[in-house]
Each structure stands twice: as structure tokens, then as C-alpha cells.
């Protein structure tokens, strides 16, 4: 069922409830009619409504039911696969989302154990074929990368339905049920069901919740199934119904490139490619063919090959198993016996963000794919979908444990929309990256994608479909003609110098880069559950598409940075944690960063006071230079008496010329620092806090929580 069918659902519902008021800001663009009114409060009486409800069991939405559950928060998630695809897509995870499953249990090392050995996937190759010259590559790891200076945790590269059997088993561990269809009788939700088979095709929200359509297949029969929640996230990936059904458009470039993904099994050719020359992605450029390789694992000869597609001269039928081996065959220049294609599917790229991801009254959200939808270069289409999750649960959980209005939940827009805007424009410049290798061999895909859409909706529009297919395949082939080894070769004129343009490009990083650290770890909310330094609002520097490296900063809205530190209450332990470790992950927890000076022990004092006032924990950490601290515990003990909820730590420096910490943060140690749940900086102050503590905290906590004292 559609829009229609909605709105008839609507129609019938608010002839029943003419009192309530249907906003027709909401309905802008004339699909769908929500009931909207005001609730500023969350109330957890009605048990028959569910507090959230997930739609949408990829990486996103299980991701956040994971982080909900372990904040406490009941949720359930409704999925409309039957089982979960095998389809590898997203494989490469960014140094923030393995922050993220640091916290999740012990997920990151989990993943680091798991995926191939780096050393296999650091590369990426460009050849005139798999076996045949290498035209260069980049080695995408630094050093630094592996010294876990900036962050407790690295990159991965690990399979999309890896990672989805892994958060399936966290929700498990959480005591969440998976469930069929078939298996479940009509009583009401509880919070803790991954329902599969189960598709949202109607939304409708009254009063204080939401009412949800889902329909199943029983018995043979479609059936419906009616869920209320009082929050409806839709983490439904890039065709989004929940974000169709709310109204909200997409805002940006629609059909960037148009491509057809096949994946295929060839041990041999994993063994080949191992022993030879192993990388993550080969681009592959020959008389022949064209394509990306994505080697999801060379050990189990897992691949992924991306070719361009050209609909409407070219149709699936076009890519049948066997036309997919003769052209993988092809770009490997030998013979294989063995093989496998699995899947074929066709994926065309967008580059478009939602213009709302909050919508009636803070009540319906949409996060991950169905909130933006990005090219893959640069990988940041799931990471910043696991993100999304990281911002929203805390805020989720603040709301449903009456410690803050909906209103907070609105920050998830203010803050996670520029993240995505910008991560759109820097996968945008990244695909322009990959272009420019292409470009340089004399094979500028914006030619070709002109060329077809002078074939589609120009003048080669008025020729017969057939031939306007040979035209197209005439064009690719004269096109792939620069590619011939007569012509791309050190000797020819022209062959040298596009070899030579190459080599710079490669050498001076201008082609598709991987890895990302300054907006990775170093992406900043410029306003939303923050206050803002007064003197210094940056904006955001505008994407480069080139590797920079990441500068630690506690500007607030940034990432709390990362140090080791020594916790002093376990003196038998010399272990270190990193500072994004004291916070919890189950708990909606702040922490404030001081150091033991008399003023921010009396700030510590009026932040615990305070924050118990407002119904939200608040851990202090003292934090104490490397090496002075003997006695610190009985200072804390006696100057924060009766207050418990404090942790004594020290620095725990890699070497005496490493930066202190409140240098590192550029700040100095009358300073304090306060993080949110999600290690982002609420609120700092470089300097003691001179006038009130109390009229201080209870003015910070209140902007944050947006609480109105
Ligand atoms: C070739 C390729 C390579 C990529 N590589 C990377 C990478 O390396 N790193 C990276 O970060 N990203 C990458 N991405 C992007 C990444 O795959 C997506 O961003 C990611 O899958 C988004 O996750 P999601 O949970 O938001 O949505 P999805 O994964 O699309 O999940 C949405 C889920 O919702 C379900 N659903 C849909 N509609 C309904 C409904 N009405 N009712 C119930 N359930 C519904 C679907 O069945 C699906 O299970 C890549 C993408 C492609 C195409």
C-alpha cells in the first residue's frame, strides 16, 4: 500500500477525531495528511504503546536498537526481508563508527579479529587488468594509523552482512527476539522483537503517538498488523518509506551513475590476488571492459565487481550470469574455472539529504540511508548512518526518562543534517577523485555519461531502441580504445605522458582517497544540545577530498579527544583506558573534566548538585598530571564528600614530549570540560569559573537539555 492507501487510512481516522487539528505544514507537498499535536512530556503509562519503534533492520537501525536497549529504553524494530541479504555493499568502517562499537561491547575488537589482515586491504590498485600491468597504487595506512595516538580503535574493512550477523547477535546477547511471521499471535509489542517479513506501509500520528501499519504475509495471505509507539524512527534505507509517507523530500543531485554490482565467488582468484598484489579495490581499465573490483576478502575470494550501467540501451537482462563471468573474465585477463556469481543487482548513485530528519512534533525521525543517501566514495553512506544512531539514542533515551522535552530531540536534526550535507559534498569530491584516473587515460566518464544522455533524450532519441544501443557500444568501444597496450605504453607519445599525469595524481593524492581523519574524528556540531564558546564560533572548513590529518580540539560539539589515562582508584592496575572509555554507553551519563584545583572541585560540586536537580547523572574526572599524584584520592575524597560519583585519573603520556592533556585540548587547567553521552563536547570553560557555580550549571544544563528554569 501507498500514499493513497494512507491517506485513505487518514481519511477514515480523522473523521472519527474531527477535534484534532491537522497541520497542514507537515503536508507541504500534498502526499500524506499527519495528525499533529504538541507533547512536551514523554508518559510511559499506556503499555500498549510502545516508547520507539525502529523501522528498518540494516546496520543503522540495528545499530540503534542496540544502543537503546542498553540505555534502557524499550524498542522494537520491524524489517520487511524476510532474512537479512548477503549482498557484501558497505565493508569499510571509519575510525568514529569503530569508536561507536568500541562501547558496544566489545564489537570493534570483534570486527578487528574477524576481517582479513590489513596488510590485505590497504592498497588500491589500478591495472590494465587484474593480471596483467599495474598502472600504480596507493597505499591508503599511515603509520600513525596504527598507533592508536588520535583513538583507542582503527578502520576496518569488513562486509556489510558481517557486520549485520554480528549487531544481530549483540541484540540477542540483549535478549531481543527475532521473529517470523508465522511464529507471532496479535498480543501487543513490548519492546525487545526484531519482526521480520514485516513492511511499514502506513504511518499515522495522533495524539501522543504514532500509529503504524505493518503488513505481513500469513498463511499465504498479506495481513496487517497495527503498532503504536510514541517515536518512529525510519531507518529504511535510500528509498525510505517512512520519509515518502512523512512528506519530507530529498534535497540535492539525483543520478549521479547508474551501475550494476555483481557478486561472485573465485578462490583462485582470491589466492592470486593475494600472493600478488592484494588490495581493497582494483580499478580495472582495458580494450575490453571496465570496472571496480571490491575485494571483500581475498582469503574466501569474496568480490564485489561495480560496472557502469546504461539503462534504458542496456538492460539487466543484459548482465545474465554468464555475460557477468565472460566480462569478470575479462578484466582478469586469464581463464578461471571456478566462478560463482551469486547476485546481480542494479544500484544507481545519488548524492541527496533529507530536508528534515525531525518531523511532527519530534515524533517521526529518519536516520542512516533514509536520511541522505551519498556516492560510496570515502565510505561514509553507513558510517554516517551509525553516527546518526550514536547522536539520536542518548536523546531518545533523555526524552522517554523524562529528563529532557522532545525539544532535544530536534538537536538531532540541527546537529546531524550539516554532518550530512557536508559528508555528502566530500563523497561528491571523492567520486570526482575516481574520475579523474579514468580522465586521465583518455576515458572521461562525463563524456560517456553525455554521450548517453544525448542517446536518451536528445538527438539519438529518434533512432530505433536496437540502434541506439550499437551507437552506444560503438562509442565505448572507439572510447576504451586508448586503453590498448599500443597506446598506453611508455614508448607512444601520448601513452607516456597520460602514465606520467598518473603517477602524479597518485603520488600527490589526488585520486580516491580512503582514509578521512580530520572529518572522521574531527566533525563538529556547531549548535543543537551544545553551548557554544562565545568568542569562538569556527565554521567548519569546507572539504578538501585529501587526507589531513586530525587536530584534537575540545571546542564544543567536537569529539571528546582521546588520551590514555590511569585510573588511580584501581591501584593495582597499571591498565590504561582511553578518556572516550569513562563514559558509559549505558547510561545517559555526563562527565566533567577537571583539574585538582579548588575552583573546579567547587565547580564539580555545583555541577553534581545541579545535575541531580535535573534528574541526569554527572561523573567528574580529576584528572591528574602523570606525575603528581600521590594523595590524590584522599584530596577528592574529602573535597567532594558526600558526592560519590567521581573518578581519579592520570595522564598516561606515550613519552615526556607528548602533550598534556589540557594542552592538547588547547585550553589550560583552570579549565573544565563537560561531555555528553555521546563523547561530544556540551560545554567547556577555558577558565575558572569566577561568578556562581550553581547559576552556572543550572544555566548550561538547561541549554543543553533544553529544560526552561
Ligand atoms: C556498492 C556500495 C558500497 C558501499 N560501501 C560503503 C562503505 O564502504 N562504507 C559505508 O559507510 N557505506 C558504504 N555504502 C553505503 C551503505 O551500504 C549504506 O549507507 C547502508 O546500507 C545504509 O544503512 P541503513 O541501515 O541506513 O539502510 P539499509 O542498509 O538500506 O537498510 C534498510 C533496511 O530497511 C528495510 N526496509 C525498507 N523499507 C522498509 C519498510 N517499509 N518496512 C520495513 N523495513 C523496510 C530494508 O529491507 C533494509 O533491511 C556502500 C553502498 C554501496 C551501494
Redesign the pocket.
Known amino acids: 500500500m501507498g500514499f493513497l492507501g494512507f491517506i485513505k487510512g487518514f481519511s477514515s481516522v480523522y473523521r472519527a477525531k474531527p477535534r484534532i487539528r491537522a497541520y497542514p505544514s507537515f503536508c507541504q507537498h500534498g502526499h500524506c495528511y499527519i495528525q499533529c499535536r504538541t507533547f512536551s512530556h514523554f508518559k510511559d503509562h499506556d503499555d500498549s504503546v510502545l516508547p520507539v519503534l525502529i523501522?528498518?533492520?540494516?546496520?543503522?537501525?540495528l545499530v540503534l536498537s542496540i544502543l537503546l536497549t542498553k540505555l534502557g529504553i524499550k524498542c522494537s524494530v520491524?524489517?520487511?526481508?524476510k532474512s537479512?541479504?548477503h549482498h557484501p555493499?558497505?565493508?569499510?568502517?571509519?575510525n568514529r563508527?569503530m569508536e561507536v562499537f568500541h562501547k558496544l561491547d566489545g564489537l570493534a575488537e570483534e570486527i578487528q579479529r574477524s576481517q582479513p589482515p590489513v596488510d590485505l586491504w590497504r592498497k588500491f590498485v589500478y591495472c590494465t587488468s587484474l593480471t596483467g600491468p599495474v598502472l600504480g597504487s596507493v597505499d591508503h595506512m599511515q603509520p600513525q594509523d596504527f598507533e592508536k595516538v588520535v583513538s583507542p580503535v582503527c578502520v576496518a574493512h569488513f562486509s556489510?552482512y558481517k557486520l549485520i550477523r554480528l549487531l544481530l547477535k549483540k541484540l540477542e546477547d540483549l535478549n531481543f527476539l527475532i521473529c517470523k511471521p508465522e511464529g507471532l499471535n496479535d498480543e501487543p509489542f513490548r519492546g525487545g522483537e526484531l519482526l521480520m517479513g514485516?513492511?511499514?506501509?502506513k504511518i499515522n500520528a495522533t495524539g501522543q503517538s504514532v500509529n503504524v501499519t505493518?503488513s505481513h504475509l500469513k498463511e499465504g495471505k498479506y495481513t496487517e498488523r497495527n503498532i503504536s509507539c510514541n517515536i518512529l524512527v525510519g531507518?529504511?534505507?535510500?528509498?525510505?518509506?517512512?520519509r515518502k509517507l512523512a512528506g519530507i523530500e530529498l534535497r540535492g543531485e539525483k543520478d549521479l551513475q547508474k551501475l550494476v554490482?555483481v557478486h561472485f565467488l573465485s578462490r583462485d582468484l582470491g589466492q592470486y590476488l593475494l600472493n600478488e598484489r592484494p588490495g581493497m579495490l582494483f580499478f580495472i581499465f582495458n580494450t575490453e571492459a571496465i570496472g571496480v573490483l571490491?575485494a571483500h576478502d581475498l582469503k574466501q575470494g569474496e568480490f564485489?565487481l561495480?560496472m557502469p550501467f546504461y539503462p534504458p540501451q542496456q538492460s539487466l537482462d543484459d548482465f545474465s550470469p554468464e555475460t557477468c563471468k565472460q566480462l569478470i573474465l575479462k578484466l582478469v585477463g586469464q581463464e578461471l574455472s571456478d566462478i560463482d556469481v551469486i547476485d546481480i543487482k542494479p544500484?544507481v548513485m545519488h548524492a541527496e539529504v533529507a530536508e528534515k530528519f525531525v518531523s511532527c512534533d519530534n515524533r517521526i525521525i529518519l536516520?542512516?540511508?533514509?536520511a541522505h543517501?551519498f556516492p560510496?566514495a570515502g565510505?561514509?553512506?553507513?558510517?554516517?548512518?551509525i553516527q546518526d544512531a550514536h547522536n539520536l539514542a542518548w536523546k531518545i533515551a533523555a526524552f522517554v526518562k523524562g529528563i529532557a522535552p522532545s525539544s532535544i530531540l530536534h538537536t538531532y536534526e540541527t546537529e546531524r543534517r550539516p554532518i550530512a550535507i557536508f559528508n555528502t559534498a566530500l563523497s561528491v569530491q571523492n567520486f570526482r577523485a575516481a574520475m579523474a584516473v579514468p580522465a586521465t587515460l583518455g576515458l572521461d566518464p562525463t563524456i560517456a555519461n553525455s554521450v548517453h544522455q544525448t542517446i536518451t533524450d536528445g538527438i539519438g532519441s529518434i533512432l530505433p531502441s536496437g540502434l541506439q544501443r550499437a551507437v552506444l557500444d560503438g562509442i565505448f568501444t572507439i572510447g576504451r580504445a586508448q586503453l590498448s597496450e599500443f597506446l598506453l605504453n611508455e614508448k607512444n607519445l601520448l601513452g607516456s605522458s597520460r602514465l606520467a599525469k598518473l603517477r602524479r595524481l597518485f603520488e600527490e593524492g589526488k585520486s580516491l582517497q580512503l582514509q578521512f581523519p580530520a572529518e572522521d574524528l574531527g566533525f563538529r556540531y556547531l549548535e543543537g544540545a551544545l553551548i557554544p564558546d562565545s568568542d569562538s564560533v569556527r565554521a567548519q572548513v569546507p572539504p578538501t577530498g585529501r587526507r589531513r590529518d586530525y587536530i584534537p580540539s575540545s571546542d564544543p560539539g567536537s569529539r571528546l579527544p582521546h588520551m590514555n589515562v590511569r585510573m588511580l582508584s584501581n591501584s593495582f592496575s597499571e591498565a590504561c583506558i582511553s578518556t572516550l572509555d569513562l563514559l558509559p554507553g549505558d547510561k545517559v551519563e555526563f562527565l566533567l573534566f577537571i583539574a585538582p584545583l579548588e575552583k573546579s572541585y567547587h565547580l564539580a560540586v555545583a555541577a553534581l548538585k545541579v545535575a541531580e536537580e535535573f534528574k541526569v547523572s554527572v561523573k567528574v574526572c580529576i584528572l591528574w598530571p602523570t606525575d603528581t599524584v600521590k594523595g590524590a584520592e584522599t584530596r577528592s575524597k574529602t573535597t567532594l564528600a558526600p558526592w560519590e560519583n567521581y573518578i581519579d585519573v592520570a595522564e598516561a603520556k606515550k613519552s615526556s614530549n607528548s602533550f598534556s592533556w589540557w594542552s592538547m585540548c588547547q585550553m589550560t587547567d583552570k579549565g573544565a570540560i563537560l561531555v555528553r553521552p555521546d563523547e561530544h563536547i556540551a560545554w567547556r570553560a577555558k577558565s575558572s569559573i569566577d561568578d556562581d557555580p550553581i547559576l552556572e550549571m543550572k544555566r548550561v544544563f538547561s541549554a543543553i537539555l533544553k529544560v526552561n528554569i
Open positions: 523501522v528498518g533492520a540494516g546496520p543503522v537501525g520491524l524489517e520487511k526481508g537479512f541479504s555493499q558497505a565493508h569499510f568502517i571509519n563508527s556489510q514485516h513492511e511499514c506501509v505493518a531507518t529504511d534505507g535510500a528509498a525510505s518509506t517512512i554490482s571490491v564485489v561495480q544500484w536516520a542512516g540511508d533514509a543517501r560510496p565510505g561514509f553512506g553507513m558510517n554516517t548512518g
